[in-house]
């Protein structure tokens, strides 16, 4: 454990300086927060028909998502692209550690620190002048808190597949362009789940997206009573396994193929 807790410990610190960037993306995330906000308004001003969710748990929803924005698995990891593309990879795999848990260290560093810079401001800008609510309950707050920890472990381990498809694809801007849209859409980014069409519902709860966005959120705000928290986190954490041992076949495959160009 310890040459990955020394990767994930450098790696955090590293981003952590990168405080400009967070500041800029947390004047993003309040801008588009806040047209998105404008078309729920809208929307439910204009619809008459009971909705699953009420206007201000909408709201709620869309400021939890654009404070924990940098969690989910948007972008192939750069310094990975730039190993792979260089032949620098072939480095990685005389390390004595295990190649994907070295990966997924850095992906779960890469998903805390921004998060860590960017969802402070925003959760005291939301909820002091944007509609965020605060939990429904101490134990609502809890059940989030231990849900958010189990999906940053899902979108690290979505991101470290995303990673070891870069063997393959050498930029991962296909990935990113493929992926980034279904992320948004699937995990409730772009439209909170119980919105979405009653004939879908069953199907998208049994991705694993769901666990990156709305289970926590849902949860937060009550939506989800705290008492369900257990098959929550099982569904969250089952994914995280399931990915975790398609990840290790993925890269045991890849690594066999590979071809080292470069270096």
């Known amino acids: 454990m310890r040459p990955y807790w020394a990767m994930l410990s450098a790696r955090f610190r590293t981003l952590l300086q990168y405080r400009a960037a967070a500041l800029a993306g947390f004047g993003t995330q309040l801008f588009f927060g806040v047209v998105i906000v404008m078309t729920y308004q809208a929307f439910y001003s204009a619809n008459t028909t009971p909705q699953p969710m009420s206007l201000e748990h909408v709201v709620s929803y ?23 593309r260089t032949g620098g990879v072939a480095y990685e795999l005389l390390r004595p550690v295990n190649v994907y848990w070295l990966w997924f260290s850095r992906a779960l560093a890469r998903r805390t620190a921004p998060t860590v810079l960017r969802s402070i401001p925003m959760f005291i800008t939301a909820m002091l002048l944007l509609g965020l609510q605060p939990p429904a309950s101490l134990a609502s707050g809890l059940a989030w808190g231990m849900a958010t920890v189990c999906a940053v472990l899902l979108a690290s381990a979505i991101a470290t597949i995303f990673g070891i498809g870069m063997i393959w694809t050498i930029s991962g801007e296909g990935l990113h362009r493929l992926v980034s849209p279904l992320v948004m859409l699937l995990s409730g980014m772009l439209i909170p789940l119980p919105l979405m069409p009653a004939w879908s519902q069953t199907f998208l709860r049994v991705l694993p997206f769901r666990g990156l966005a709305d289970i926590p959120f849902r949860l937060y705000l009550g939506d989800i009573p705290p008492s369900s928290v257990g098959p929550m986190l099982l569904h969250q954490l089952t994914w995280v396994a399931l990915l975790a041992l398609f990840g290790h076949w993925l890269l045991s495959r890849a690594m066999r193929r590979l071809v080292v160009q470069g270096g």
């Open 62 to 84: 869309i400021w939890l998502g654009q404070a924990l924005f940098a969690l989910m698995p948007w972008a192939p990891d750069a310094d990975i692209r730039l190993l792979i």
